[in-house]
């Protein structure tokens, strides 16, 4: 399900990447762990469908 194209986009914090969910406004952080390791979280919004579904699938197992 895609946002709504009047939707208001969640501020992305300084240093981020726009994008990372095609059912929301959600933006990426990239944080080094180690050397070789680099992290990257994808921050959605509290609303999207594609979190809410993947929170209900983890909390059924």
Same mark, same amino acid.
Do not use: E, F
């Given at each position: 399900?895609?946002?709504?194209?009047?939707?208001?986009?969640?501020?992305?914090?300084?240093?981020?990447?726009?994008?990372? *969910?095609?059912?929301?406004? %959600?933006? @990426?952080?990239?944080?080094?762990?180690?050397?070789?390791?680099?992290?990257?979280?994808?921050?959605?919004?509290?609303? *999207?469908?594609?979190?809410? %579904?993947? @929170?209900?699938?983890?909390?059924?197992?």
């Amino acid at each position: 399900m895609k946002p709504h194209p009047l939707a208001q986009p969640a501020a992305s914090p300084r240093g981020s990447i726009p994008g990372g *969910c095609d059912d929301c406004h %959600a933006y @990426q952080t990239v944080k080094k762990v180690t050397g070789r390791i680099t992290q990257i979280t994808v921050h959605h919004d509290n609303t *999207c469908p594609a979190l809410r %579904a993947r @929170q209900n699938r983890r909390n059924t197992r």
